[in-house]
C-alpha cells in the first residue's frame, strides 16, 4: 500500500508568493495532521481533521497560513503570503480511528528566500 | 498544560552500548505514551506505545515502561546499532480521540 504522499517535496520561493502545499492520505485513514519542523521549534502540530473537518486549528500561526481537505484523500496547506521565516520541513500524517498511531508522509521542505 | 520533556541531545554512543533516553511527562489525566522515531530525511514513525501505568511497550529490541509513580516513560535498548541513528520523540495524548503532544526530540549517534 501507497503511503501518506506529499508534493513537492522540494519547493524554493520568493518573499511573498504564494505557496501551496499538497497531502494524500493514506487510503481509509480519518484523521489527518498537517505538522512543522524547525531547528528552533522542533515540531508543531498546525492542524488537524477528522472526517474532513477542522478539529483545532490552534497551532496555525496567522491568517496568512490555511488548510483545507475537501474530500478523503486531498488536503491542502496554503502560505499566503510567503515570508522567510515559513522556512521548515512541513510534515502531513494521517490515521484511522484516533490520532494514536499517525503515519507520516516524507516531508515538504520549503525555502522562502 | 499537559506537556512531555526528554533528554537534550545528541547523544552519542558506540556500537553495542546500552541505550536509555529519559522522558517525563506532566497530564491532568491518565495519557497513553509513545515514542516515535524518525530516521534522516524521513516523517516520523510510531516505535512504541503504553497505554497504562506498567504498561510495557517494545519493538525492534527498545523497550519502555510506563511509570506513573515517576511520571516517566524511558526509552532503552540493551545494544544498540549504526542504524538506530536517528531522532527519538517522547509523546503523549490525554484520550483516544486527541491530538498527540510530542516532546522536542533527543537526537542519537550510533558510533561503529
Known amino acids: 500500500d501507497a503511503g501518506v504522499i506529499q508534493s513537492p517535496r522540494h519547493e524554493v520561493t520568493e518573499m511573498g508568493q504564494e505557496v501551496t502545499l499538497r497531502c494524500k492520505p493514506i487510503?481509509?485513514?480519518?484523521?489527518l495532521f498537517w505538522y512543522r519542523q524547525t531547528m528552533m521549534r522542533g515540531l508543531e502540530l498546525l492542524i488537524y481533521?477528522?472526517?474532513?473537518?477542522?478539529?483545532?486549528d490552534s497551532g496555525m500561526p496567522e491568517d496568512r497560513f490555511s488548510a483545507k481537505m475537501p474530500n478523503a484523500s486531498f488536503s491542502t496547506l496554503k502560505i499566503q503570503p510567503s515570508e522567510p521565516r515559513d522556512s521548515a520541513v512541513y510534515f502531513c500524517?494521517?490515521?484511522?480511528?484516533?490520532?494514536?498511531?499517525?503515519?507520516f508522509g516524507p516531508g515538504t521542505r520549503l525555502t522562502v528566500t | 498544560g499537559d506537556s512531555v520533556t526528554q533528554m537534550e541531545g545528541p547523544v552519542t554512543l558506540s556500537e553495542e552500548a546500552f541505550l536509555t533516553i529519559n522522558c517525563t511527562y506532566t497530564?491532568?489525566?491518565?495519557?497513553?505514551l509513545f515514542w516515535y522515531v524518525q530516521y534522516p530525511g524521513e516523517g516520523l514513525q510510531l516505535l512504541l506505545k503504553?497505554?497504562?501505568?506498567?504498561d510495557k511497550g517494545s519493538n525492534k529490541g527498545f523497550e519502555a515502561t510506563y511509570r506513573k509513580e515517576t511520571t516517566s516513560f524511558h526509552l532503552e535498548k540493551g545494544s544498540v546499532q549504526v542504524s538506530d541513528s536517528a531522532v527519538y520523540f517522547c509523546?503523549?495524548?490525554?484520550?483516544?480521540?486527541?491530538?498527540?503532544?510530542f516532546g522536542k526530540g533527543t537526537r542519537l549517534h550510533i558510533l561503529p
Open positions: 500524517a494521517s490515521s484511522f480511528d484516533s490520532p494514536y498511531e499517525q503515519y
Open positions: 481533521f477528522n472526517n474532513n473537518v477542522p478539529i483545532d
Open positions: 487510503s481509509g485513514h480519518d484523521y
Open positions: 497530564a491532568t489525566g491518565y495519557p497513553s
Open positions: 503504553a497505554t497504562k501505568a506498567d
Open positions: 509523546a503523549l495524548t490525554l484520550n483516544r480521540d486527541d491530538k498527540i503532544i
